[in-house]
């Protein structure tokens, strides 16, 4: 066995077995494989595809290749989330302490934000002193203590998905399905929780451009979970407009705390309690309780934002101390008209250029600048009415206000709401 075999193989339409698929990650990860090949197999994945086999076969090869966190010594139901990212979803901040409020554990790993999309750790190190960082030994202890922590993922984990998910960024394979699913599956099943809830993205804004192929995404990610016997579930939702109103880092946590004391825009609202509910409903803990209402009245009577404090607290991190630097920046609309159509990652894209993201892995985030939308899809705007607040650290260029109404598309014809919650599966 060869990686030459291995390429022609897959090149010719052919399926890979488990033994091919080993041979290639353990020889990518150690450097006897070297990228022009992986690139070349990697395309010949994108061109040909795989089988749910295979795409199991490389997802468990992925897991191997790194270490596993041993999560047996955290007592009850433990659940992870994962979204495959937009602009604006805060979801993680709001849906961790929510399912710690109502006894289900929740030990997660989360990234940092790349383009237009923000990341979870980005935004809770914008809370003065949080430590997105702590040993596994800690971090259990955390969960067992309080129900939940909230950390920046390990290199060691899934150690082969950080080579390949470089090198589909330079080989124009990024968006291959089984490589997608793969990538993303390995990491949440390393983790080894009992629930996995997946938020799948679709809309201008997200990775899924098309409900077709989101859907697809889902089910094979629900498919390769079972595989190693995980209870994995999934919502597919849009991602035409931004989750909420606030696109930053501290601007989302400020937002997040709002929703958790019961207020907060409704489309996050609805997203968090859909996927709390999905996984309160897998855990078998609550049968004949009304779980619905139970998660809605520990937004309302603020149990789940003193969770939220707790976790602070325990990483850190000091809430009092939370505050914006800069005053907004407010932009009026220029017409009249029912608000059509959201620009998202064009929104997000611009976010990242005033600071509040990164352009390149070495950006250094300014986490006190953002913007705000006033509207949601389907809102009637008079002309001169506030459509975006900035915050930035420097005065407002016209060539980017105007790039910033750009995004929007104002019609005389009235335009339907969105559904912020499209499929359940």
Not at 159 to 166: E, G, N
Not at 330 to 340: A, Q
Not at 400 to 406: A, D, P, V
Request: charged share 30%; glycine share 8%; hydrophobic share 40%.
């Amino acid at each position: 066995m060869g990686i030459i075999e291995i390429i022609a193989k897959k090149r010719d339409g052919l399926e890979l077995n488990e033994s091919e698929i080993n041979y290639f990650i353990d020889g990518y990860s150690s450097d006897s494989i070297k990228d022009y090949q992986a690139s070349s197999l990697l395309m010949a994945i994108y061109l040909n595809g795989m089988s749910e086999e295979e795409t199991y076969y490389l997802t468990k090869a992925i897991i191997n290749s790194g270490q596993t966190l041993d999560l047996s010594l955290i007592e009850g139901v433990i659940a992870d989330k994962h979204s495959t990212g937009g602009v604006g979803d805060k979801t993680t901040l709001v849906l961790v302490p929510l399912l710690a409020s109502i006894g289900i554990k929740v030990a997660k790993m989360s990234g940092r934000g790349l383009g237009h999309t923000g990341g979870t750790i980005d935004k809770l190190e914008s809370i003065p002193n949080f430590k997105v960082e702590l040993t596994s030994e800690s971090f259990i202890k955390q969960v067992n203590e309080i129900g939940c922590s909230v950390i920046s993922q390990s290199e060691e984990i899934a150690l082969a998905d950080k080579k390949l998910y470089a090198l589909r960024d330079v080989s124009a394979t990024i968006e291959s399905l089984p490589l997608i699913v793969s990538s993303i599956m390995s990491k949440k099943i390393a983790l080894d929780s009992d629930i996995i809830c997946l938020d799948v993205k679709v809309g201008n804004g997200a990775f899924f451009k098309d409900l077709k192929t989101a859907r697809k995404a889902a089910a094979l990610m629900i498919k390769i979970g079972s595989r190693f016997n995980k209870k994995v579930r999934a919502i597919i939702s849009s991602m035409d407009e931004p989750l909420g109103y606030a696109i930053g880092n501290k601007l989302e946590v400020l937002e997040s705390i709002e929703t958790l004391k019961g207020k907060g825009p409704k489309d996050l609202k609805d997203t968090c309690l859909t996927l709390a509910y999905l996984i309160a409903k897998e855990s078998n803990l609550f049968e004949g309780q009304d779980i619905k209402k139970l998660l809605e009245d520990n937004l309302s009577n603020a149990n789940a934002y003193k969770k939220f404090e707790e976790l602070i607290t325990a990483q850190g991190g000091n809430l009092s101390e939370l505050k914006l630097k800069y005053k907004p920046i407010k932009i009026k609309s220029n017409n009249s008209g029912y608000l059509k159509y959201v620009d998202t990652e064009k929104l997000g894209r611009l976010s990242s250029r005033l600071g509040g993201g990164r352009l390149t892995k070495e950006d250094i985030i300014d986490y006190d600048v953002g913007i705000i939308i006033k509207n949601k899809i389907g809102d009637y705007i008079n002309k001169d009415d506030i459509i975006f607040e900035v915050y930035a650290k420097n005065k407002l260029d016209q060539e980017l206000i105007n790039e910033l109404i750009s995004t929007l598309v104002i019609t005389n014809k009235k335009t339907k709401k969105l559904k912020d919650i499209i499929d359940i599966i």
